[in-house]
């Protein structure tokens, strides 16, 4: 009989639950390996892994019936090059972090989302975005990606040496490898100002001035509650680039204090809304990295449609304004351009993204999601993979062009599926 192997020190115990507390990740254990050289052990040795970020997904696609890993003990390796504009980061670290030390290097990420406090390997294993007519998501800045396979070896991808199949290997919902390393393309810090203006004229949510509020700068989202207007426009915008919005825009009035995007609650937690420029990093994001983010007591949906459906997308739904309504934070509209990744929620359309914010109800939001859905089908969704939804998996499926050539790369580099989990098996199938 083989002995058993002695437990590894950087087993921890139970993974726990997810930033929402709505996701359980299953028994575990949960291990932290804090070298290349423990987590290349670690793969060898199981037949079973995933990894786990920093737990701000909504969905199980972070969850397992068996061993995770996360990789907040691994250093954090930051190299940049800034000739290049790129900095090569371990894939624990988070935006916020990321984004401070890039700002000493006089670079900045072009994009990011309104939390600083996501890992750039959870982020980029998602298709998690920000918001900006002309940016794409969060992955699509990535150059190279080095993964544990599950083999145990380190395989290096770069969009430059493997186009035929780096596209399907960055988003790939954890399912290929443990991302260990990703070279991201940065931008020159140049300074951002953000503005928020308040309480839209009803018919500003039609298409024309809908895209119109979404072309206010570099990145810009529109907060809602589903009743036919638009209550809190936040603008990002470049400085000595976009043009500076007038006190009263589109009919809404500039916000004389900061606010937050979710009713009744402080915005001190928010970033500067003061119109004074300042670095992208203190300006892209809607909360600021030492806060709690947002409210903690909640769960997120959300759907990306063709950026000229979004304004019948969002009429179809207001429908059910009144049961959307008492189960809901604030609601929020953002765009994110076409990409070319294969399992990308953006992929092949520049898309608008109709996302919900819900109160802490898990089984009232599941109950109500199945009506929003069959109001969006007409304007062919596709739900972020983070967030929860009800759609059927088919439905999902039938979204993605690439999925044939997505599952063919992972049955080459995980063929005995260790990194599979049920989410997963039952969304892509095969
Ligand atoms: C308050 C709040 C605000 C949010 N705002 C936004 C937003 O603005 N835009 C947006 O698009 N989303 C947003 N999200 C959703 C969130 O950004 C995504 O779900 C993101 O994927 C979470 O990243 P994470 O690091 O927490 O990863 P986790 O949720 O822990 O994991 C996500 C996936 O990444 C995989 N993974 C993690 N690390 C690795 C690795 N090293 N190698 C391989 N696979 C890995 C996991 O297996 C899993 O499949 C928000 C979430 C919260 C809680």
Known sequence: MTPALPAPEHSLEVPGLSWSGT???GPGPLHAPTSLA???ELVGRS???RALGTRHSFSEVAASDGPLVTLTSMPADLEFDTAARTVRVAAGVRYGELALAAAEHGLALATMGSLPHISVGGASATGTHGSGDRHRSLASAVRAIELVTASGELLALSRE????IF???VLALGTLGIATHLTLDLVPAAPMRQTVHLDFPAERMRGEDLLAMLAGGSSVSLFHRWDGRIAQAWVKQRVGEDEQLPETWLGGRRAREAVHPLPGMPADSCTDQSGEPGPPHERLPHFRLEFTPSNGEEIQSEYFVAREDLAGALAAVTELGERIRPLLHASEVRTVAADSLWLSPA???????????????PQQVEALLPEIEERLAPYAPRPHWGKVFTMDPAAVRAQYPRLGDFRALRDRLDPDRMFRNDYVDRLLGG
């Open 47 to 49: 037949s079973r892994l």
């Open 167 to 169: 596209d399907g290997a």
């Open 161 to 164: 040496g493997d186009p035929e």
């Open 23 to 25: 996701v359980d990740y």
């Open 347 to 361: 992929h092949g359309r520049d898309s608008a993204c109709v996302h919900f914010t819900w109160k802490q109800l």
């Open 38 to 40: 423990q987590l290349q």
